[in-house]
């Protein structure tokens, strides 16, 4: 190939190096100036159609006013209830944990209020595992504490232990008001008692550790009999811990009661009387509802 006088094959270099800035350069601005423009033709498209669309729907909506006067209403439609005559409810299995567990008792002995010495002798070892509310709400559950005090009187006779019979010198914070002790198939120690006195629900039962997994069923076998008991007369002592004030409290056979003493009435040691002749309605109250 014949080159001109002078000619360098550097020129021909940079003259294909700037024929190919300039093809790249126009090719950027292509696909830049239709990239935007193309989007901004669809968004305009749509815009329109939404317009339109919206001005549409307002066009029908006037025309049904003008022809209707309102606006279209559907009847109502009746849904099933349990009480419709013609409605089937299929009652729902209870749950396991619904269920009452059984646990076998062969024997059961209440521990009596100067036996509780050779009750802590024996058990001096044991390892307390405590179960109180379940999440069944069940009768032992949602009980008032004083009808269940009522009833345990009825079925147990005196609890073992009571306010009355620690020396009042002694802390009384988390002292229950009333203990029921007892000992289960011959070898198992159980305790009942309140969890907040007469201003609760429910019981508080404990027993050994090995048996915490059956605590449940070992509270609702021994209890069950107190479900159909009736109350019996009976008095303790109380103390709120809130108020720092001591209470006479039972059931005296015709109402349930809370009076407010001093603390010299207290003797230590000794119980209080249950007195048979009150009559003041002032300090009794109505019987607590299960």
């Not at 009847?75 to 409605?87: K, M, W, Y």
């Not at 001093?262 to 002749?277: E, F, K, Q």
Request: hydrophobic share 35%; aromatic share 10%.
């Amino acid at each position: 190939m014949r080159h001109p006088p002078g000619w360098h094959p550097q020129e021909a270099l940079r003259s294909g190096a700037l024929c190919a800035v300039c093809v790249v350069g126009w090719a950027l601005l292509t696909v830049g100036g239709v990239g935007p423009a193309a989007a901004q033709t669809t968004g305009g498209d749509a815009s329109l159609i939404e317009r339109y669309q919206n001005e549409r729907y307002r066009a029908l909506a006037r025309r049904h006013l003008r022809q209707k006067g309102t606006w279209p209403a559907h009847p109502p439609v009746q849904l099933p209830t349990p009480t419709d005559s013609l409605h089937l409810v299929r009652p729902s299995a209870p749950s396991p944990t619904a269920q009452l567990p059984s646990f076998p008792l062969d024997d059961v002995r209440p521990v009596r209020h100067l036996e509780r010495e050779w009750f802590r002798s024996r058990f001096a070892d044991a390892e307390w595992a405590f179960l109180g509310g379940t999440a069944d709400y069940t009768f032992l559950d949602t009980t008032r504490t004083p009808a269940l005090r009522a009833r345990l009187q009825a079925e147990f006779g005196d609890p073992t232990q009571t306010l009355a019979d620690a020396p009042i010198e002694d802390s009384l914070a988390g002292r229950p008001q009333f203990e029921y002790w007892f000992v289960v198939n011959d070898s198992i120690p159980v305790q009942v008692m309140d969890g907040r006195g007469p201003q609760g629900r429910g019981l508080i039962v404990a027993a050994d550790r090995a048996y915490r997994h059956r605590l449940r069923g070992l509270r609702d076998t021994l209890l069950a009999p107190l479900q159909d008991a009736a109350p019996a007369p009976h008095v303790d002592y109380y103390y709120d811990e809130r108020r720092r004030r001591w209470y006479r409290t039972g059931y005296d056979g015709r109402s349930f009661f809370l009076t407010p003493i001093s603390r010299g009435a207290i003797v230590p040691g000794r119980r209080p009387r249950l007195d048979t002749t009150r009559t003041s309605d002032a300090s009794a109250s109505s019987p607590p509802s299960p």
